[in-house]
């Protein structure tokens, strides 16, 4: 598996800011992915980060509320903007490396708006 | 797009017993399965998984079985232990790699 991280860990913010999580892969990999977990949920895929080109965003999910940069293979990041209480959730990258199929996930980053 | 149903959404064992947990999917080009466990304060650990062209995958205590025709698959817990205690999802993806994923079941071990 890949050693993944990502920060910060946890913050907690103000309504009507915004904040920029950070996901750091320790290896070169195909796939990069964000996804959301809200409080006691499953899973959803928020977009799919493309490196050196736009990301590719699921239905319900647009650029404008969270901008993703992917500058190169190891590295990407995830913006939610404009926050309200509704976006209270764990954020989590994965990745899924060269000629696998499996996904590894980091460990997210527990975000409180107030 | 993908919907994966799982269930049961809580499931309580006793110790040494086995579990069972079903999910299925609705995209028939779907072709990779993972499970995830999920302890508390966790992220979801892969724990195992299974593609379109095999129908059972087996590690030590944990077993995956896929019904392609029903389109529906398993995972299965033999023997199980307090550590087993978890949130376990099942995800269905085609060949972009996006998981989709069961809303999840929450396994309780009893001692």
């Known amino acids: 598996s890949a050693v993944i991280s990502q920060k910060p860990s946890r913050d907690i913010c103000q309504r009507g800011t915004s904040l920029t999580i950070q996901c750091q892969v320790d290896?070169?990999?195909?796939?990069m992915f964000w996804y959301r977990q809200q409080p006691g949920q499953s899973l959803t895929l928020i977009a799919t980060?493309?490196?050196?080109?736009?990301?590719?965003?699921e239905s319900g999910f647009v650029i404008d509320k969270f901008p993703i940069s992917r500058p190169n293979l190891t590295f990407s990041t995830l913006t939610v903007s404009n926050m309200s209480p509704e976006d209270s959730s764990i954020y989590l990258c994965?990745?899924?490396?060269?000629?696998?199929?499996?996904?590894?996930f980091g460990p997210g980053t527990r975000l409180t708006v107030l | 797009g993908e919907n994966v149903e799982q269930h049961p959404s809580t499931l309580s064992v006793q110790e040494g017993d086995s579990a069972v947990i079903k999910c299925t999917y609705s995209?028939?080009?779907?072709?990779?399965f993972p499970w995830y466990k999920q302890e508390l304060g966790k992220r979801p650990q892969l724990i195992i998984d299974?593609?379109?062209?095999?129908g059972e995958k087996k590690d030590q205590r944990i077993a995956v079985t896929l019904n392609k025709t029903a389109k529906h698959f398993s995972l299965h817990i033999t023997e199980t232990q307090p550590e087993d205690s978890a949130v376990y999802f099942c995800?269905?993806?085609?060949?972009?790699?996006?998981?989709?994923f069961g809303a999840g079941t929450t396994v309780t071990v009893r001692a």
């Open positions: 994965s990745v899924v490396r060269q000629g696998g199929n499996e996904q590894f």
């Open positions: 290896s070169q990999v195909t796939m």
């Open positions: 980060a493309n490196q050196g080109s736009e990301a590719t965003y």
């Open positions: 995209d028939s080009a779907s072709n990779y």
């Open positions: 299974i593609r379109s062209n095999v």
């Open positions: 995800a269905a993806s085609q060949m972009d790699y996006k998981l989709s």
